[in-house]
């Protein structure tokens, strides 16, 4: 098993930045892909970034690109998400995932490890 705790929410005015971290225990970090999702008020969980076992390879959800940054450290078992220029429509429970497996980045049903969370509130 695996276990995921995110931190690193909370309230911010637009425009603002803020930094999640996502620490693994339980299993080798390195052996995990790792992504973030988001689950808006009253809307569906929706993919966020993910990053590759190495940390070589990254993908941004059209939505955050060039205001999110995803990384990873092995050595530290953590997932970060650096977020920038955040807007009021960014706010959301922040989710980090990882898997064991190879498969669609996006796809949530993919992931079979999940933490419980974390508020970002973007003030307008």
């Known amino acids: 098993q695996v276990q995921l705790v995110e931190s690193g929410g909370g309230l911010v005015q637009t425009g603002g930045s803020l930094s999640l971290s996502c620490v693994a225990s339980?299993?080798?970090?390195?052996?995990?892909?790792m992504a973030w999702f988001r689950q808006g008020p009253g809307k569906e969980r929706e993919f966020v970034a993910f990053?590759?076992?190495?940390?070589?390879?990254?993908y941004v959800a059209d939505s955050v690109k060039g205001r999110f940054t995803i990384s990873r450290d092995n050595v530290k078992n953590t997932m970060y998400l650096q977020m920038s220029s955040l807007k009021p429509e960014d706010t959301a429970v922040f989710y980090c995932?990882?898997?064991?497996?190879?498969?669609?980045?996006?796809?949530?049903?993919?992931?079979?490890?999940w933490g419980q969370g974390t508020q970002v509130t973007v003030s307008s």
């Open positions: 339980g299993r080798t970090f390195s052996n995990l892909e």
């Open positions: 995932a990882g898997r064991s497996f190879t498969g669609d980045y996006a796809y949530k049903r993919s992931y079979n490890y």
């Open positions: 990053i590759s076992r190495s940390g070589g390879s990254t």
